[in-house]
């Protein structure tokens, strides 16, 4: 059955109530009294398109199931509009990627290696066919001191045993840059840029609230702020907890009320930067089962929270 919108707003009063949701439209009358937020929440929307309170209030599960009853049809012309996914929020850079290793960068740096071989072996062959170094210097790569005398000797050692010890350096400097690919500290830079520390969202933090399971919060003050509007303040557990409620989200509150369990939304006035407290503020209304039963509330008893739920993300 096809309702149209103007149908629906004619049916604006407490003794007859329609309200649409998602492109449905429900008879909510025999409803009011049974309202956890009392009848004058229900009241207010009636003839209206109560889509963004519903989504907002967060509903429990089986909301649906208990509006299947009052149904009378469905709103003509309503589009559902598809909700954007929501988008991953990156709290710290990729780290940067690593370049493997290849094959052809082992053959490279082998081929390098045989070729700096052969050129020390070439040097040495060269000097004991065919003189062209220094004296001295091919003297002490055949072994044999240039001059047998005590100076001469000791002249040739200390002469051969530098240039051993420079080449060992060099050749193991060469080797582990060739084989581990190695960096000297000459190859960096003289200053390194210390990255930025990427601060976390205080607000989008976790915390204390569980979306699956109700926590106990005891209530720390209450104030009367205006007629029927009282303002809550709960304690956490300690004056450093993170209520973990991202803005825009709700929190739902559970209670007994006359033997029946009534839940209900709200959206609290505090948020993560608020530590140790969790604070609200409601309104009463007179046939409000769940909002009289928070303005009887005393100091010190608890109230049972879960969250964070809503339509917003």
Request: one cysteine or more; hydrophobic letters at 35%; charged letters at 20%.
């Amino acid at each position: 059955m096809e309702i149209e919108a103007a149908t629906v707003a004619q049916h604006n009063k407490p003794e007859d109530c329609w309200i649409s949701v998602h492109g449905k439209v429900y008879d909510v009358t025999k409803y009011l009294q049974d309202h956890p937020g009392g009848a004058d929440v229900l009241a207010e929307a009636a003839g209206t398109d109560a889509t963004h309170e519903f989504d907002n209030a967060g509903h429990s599960e089986d909301a649906w199931d208990i509006m299947q009853p009052y149904l009378v049809g469905n709103l003509q012309g309503h589009h559902e509009k598809k909700k954007p996914k929501p988008k991953p929020i990156m709290n710290q850079p990729p780290p940067p990627k690593q370049t493997p290793f290849t094959k052809d960068q082992s053959l490279a740096k082998l081929a390098t290696l045989g070729l700096f071989s052969l050129s020390i072996a070439a040097i040495y062959y060269q000097s004991r066919h065919r003189p062209v170094l220094p004296k001295s210097l091919a003297s002490w790569l055949h072994g044999k001191p240039e001059n047998q005398s005590g100076l001469g000797f000791i002249k040739g050692l200390f002469i051969g045993s530098t240039i051993f010890a420079v080449g060992n350096a060099i050749l193991a400097q060469k080797l582990a840059k060739l084989i581990w690919g190695t960096k000297s500290f000459t190859s960096y830079p003289a200053h390194i840029k210390v990255p930025k520390r990427i601060r976390k969202n205080t607000l989008l933090q976790h915390g204390l609230l569980d979306p699956s399971h109700y926590r106990s919060l005891p209530l720390q003050t209450k104030t009367l702020v205006a007629p029927n509007v009282y303002k809550f303040t709960f304690a956490l557990p300690t004056a450093d907890t993170v209520l973990g409620l991202p803005i825009g989200q709700h929190v739902a509150i559970k209670a007994d009320v006359g033997g029946e369990t009534v839940s209900r939304s709200y959206t609290p006035v505090s948020n993560n930067a608020d530590r140790g407290v969790l604070e609200l503020v409601v309104k009463v209304y007179p046939d409000g089962k769940l909002s009289g039963f928070l303005s009887k509330l005393q100091v010190g008893e608890g109230v049972l929270f879960r969250g964070p739920k809503g339509a917003m993300r």
